[in-house]
T-cell receptor
Framework: EAQVTQNPRYLITVTGKKLTVTCSQN?????MSWYRQDPGLGLRQIYY???????DKGDVPEGYKVSRKEKRNFPLILESPSPNQTSLYFC?????????????FGPGTRLTVL | GIQVEQSPPDLILQEGANSTLRCNFS?????LQWFHQNPWGQLINLFY???GTKQNGRLSATTVATERYSLLYISSSQTTDSGVYFC??????????????FGQGTTLQVKP
């Protein structure tokens, strides 16, 4: 089944404890990106990648890192999480490297930072 | 950047009723998608429709790109249609990064 997967789906952690949210797609998509969703602020892009080894900042990149060593994986790294990173996170992918066709979203990761 | 406005913000329907959700956008787009966010938070892709008309079962969508709006039609609504409906677009400006700009959503409640 063609899909975008994220792990973990739910995570409660403490301030400062490094964590990684994994994202994987099995559709051979070129474009991948990360969004966070917050009440009153909607969905905002964190980082995106148009190809392997090519990543760039979105609107809210502070406090996050990403890497794209293989086409299928695009992990989101929080090196020192803080409570303001408590959010619902989505990974997305699309075939076109500029994201101009259907973007498919993962199931989401609910992160709570205490 | 592109502005996206959705209306109405909230909608309550009886099961079996029809509805129309609207999305206005402020500039030319190269991507327009409609999503349904279910009560578990998952974003389900409904349509990729930067222009034209598409139908999928009880749902259909129309985008009039020259007039910068899109409509999502839900016919014979069911309780499982409840949730938030988002319109999201990306444009040609800002380096054409593929970033989707989301509207604020329409919250739909379908009562049995």
């Amino acid at each position: 089944e063609a899909q975008v997967t994220q792990n973990p789906r739910y995570l409660i952690t403490v301030t400062g404890k490094k964590l990684t949210v994994t994202c994987s797609q099995n559709m051979n998509h070129e474009y991948m990106s990360w969004y966070r969703q917050d009440p009153g602020l909607g969905l905002r892009q964190i980082y995106y990648s148009m190809n392997v080894e090519v990543t760039d900042k979105g609107d809210v990149p502070e406090g996050y890192k990403v890497s794209r060593k293989e086409k299928r994986n695009f992990p989101l790294i929080l090196e020192s999480p803080s409570p303001n990173q408590t959010s619902l996170y989505f990974c997305a992918s699309s075939l076109n490297p500029r994201g101009t066709d259907t973007q498919y979203f993962g199931p989401g990761t609910r992160l709570t930072v205490l | 950047g592109i502005q996206v406005e959705q209306s109405p913000p909230d909608l309550i329907l009886q099961e079996g009723a029809n509805s129309t959700l609207r999305c206005n956008f402020s500039d030319s787009v190269n991507n327009l998608q409609w999503f349904h966010q279910n009560p578990w938070g998952q974003l389900i892709n409904l349509f990729y429709i930067p222009s034209g008309t598409k139908q999928n079962g009880r749902l259909s969508a129309t985008t009039v790109a020259t007039e910068r709006y899109s409509l999502l039609y839900i016919s014979s609504s069911q309780t499982t249609d409840s949730g938030v409906y988002f319109c999201a677009v990306s444009g040609y400006g800002s380096g054409n990064t593929g970033k989707l700009i989301f509207g604020q959503g329409t919250t739909l409640q379908v009562k049995p």
